[in-house]
Nanobody, 118 residues
């Protein structure tokens, strides 16, 4: 059973924008402790991009502050990442993740590729 499904990736020129979406199953969305977006460069460890905690706190990697915005729509059970002023360094596979409040278990999506050309 697929729990998280990302969409919205693609190719864009530098300076452009993309919005990523992550649709979650009802159970894990309703019981989240934190949710967020991560990215992974080839051969590198996955790194945090933006997170949304249960208390409403958001946090961002320094490299994306002021350019990326994380948000969620409770009715649609969907997490978003609005990415503006994209740079070639933002090229990576982007994953959404939800950590359950009760168990701390992490659910991951399969990822969506973002490619930014100069």
């Amino acid at each position: 059973q697929v729990q998280l499904v990302e969409s919205g990736g693609g190719s864009v020129q530098a300076g452009g924008s993309l919005r990523l979406s992550c649709a979650a199953s009802a159970y894990i969305y309703s019981n989240f402790g934190s949710m967020g977006w991560f990215r992974q460069y080839p051969g590198k460890e996955r790194e945090g991009v933006a997170t949304f905690d249960r208390d409403g706190t958001t946090s961002y990697a320094d490299s994306v502050k002021g350019r990326f915005t994380v948000s969620k729509d409770n009715a649609k059970k969907t997490l978003y990442l609005q990415m503006n002023s994209l740079k070639p360094d933002d090229t990576a596979m982007y994953y959404c993740a939800i950590r359950l409040f009760s168990t701390g278990f992490n659910y991951w999506g399969r990822g969506t590729q973002v490619t930014v050309s100069s």
